[in-house]
T-cell receptor, first 114, second 120 residues
């Protein structure tokens, strides 16, 4: 069963515009959500996170929104830059209930065109 | 470099052979995770250790797979009698989880660059 879903395998955005990546989850025990970025031939690197007690977290050009009632989160990148082109993974964790392991979505490949 | 280190980076083997991957986590981290990633998918959890204790194994981890972390530092993942379906990127990650409030544990995992397995 896919507990974390990213339904868009790819997204193409013009440089300077907003990129919105979406993620849905099914397990109500998840209490921490993270976004990872992955370049080819590299491991995933942490980008931004949000705990279940918040609905928004911002870090520079990156903002993550959490809608617990809808079990949905999104990552906004504004303005998008060509260097943002990568695969983005949404991940969820139930720190005290499931050992802190991360459950990942399938990923969305973002392409930012100059 | 004090990040997570994985070796070898790429392994090509014939079906039926055994392979072993090594992971050296960030030195002060007490948790170590193994994930597997196939093309077009996100990393899938395989197993994790708290210090030297293996606390959870995924159903994905058949009895051909074994992982160890004997001294609570580096870890090995061995795959016996490899099959073509084992071809994947094997990712190791580590984290530090304290006994403090949950806010001290961000859930962030630090990943290595992975070990790619190709089974012919």
């Amino acid at each position: 069963d896919q507990q974390v879903k990213q339904n868009s395998p790819s997204l193409s955005v013009q440089e300077g515009r907003i990129s919105i990546l979406n993620c849905d989850y099914t397990n109500s025990m998840f209490d921490y959500f993270l976004w990872y970025k992955k370049y080819p031939a590299e491991g995933p690197t942490f980008l931004i996170s949000i705990s279940s007690i918040k609905d928004k977290n911002e870090d520079g050009r990156f903002t993550v929104f959490l809608n617990k009632s809808a079990k949905h989160l999104s990552l906004h990148i504004v303005p998008s830059q060509p260097g943002d082109s990568a695969v983005y993974f949404c991940a969820a964790s139930a720190i005290y209930n499931q050992g802190g392991k991360l459950i990942f979505g399938q990923g969305t490949e973002l392409s930012v065109k100059p | 470099d004090t990040g997570v280190s994985q070796n070898p980076r790429h392994k090509i083997t014939k079906r039926g052979q055994n392979v072993t991957f090594r992971c050296d986590p960030i030195s002060e981290h007490n948790r170590l995770y193994w994930y597997r990633q196939t093309l077009g998918q996100g990393p899938e959890f395989l197993t994790y250790f708290q210090n030297e204790a293996q606390l959870e194994k995924s159903r994905l981890l058949s009895d051909r797979f074994s992982a160890e972390r004997p001294k609570g530092s580096f870890s090995t993942l061995e795959i016996q009698r490899t099959e073509q379906g084992d071809s994947a990127m094997y990712l190791c990650a580590s984290s530090l989880v304290t006994g403090g409030s949950w806010r001290a544990n961000t859930g962030e995992l630090f990943f290595g660059e992975g070990s790619r397995l190709t089974v012919l």
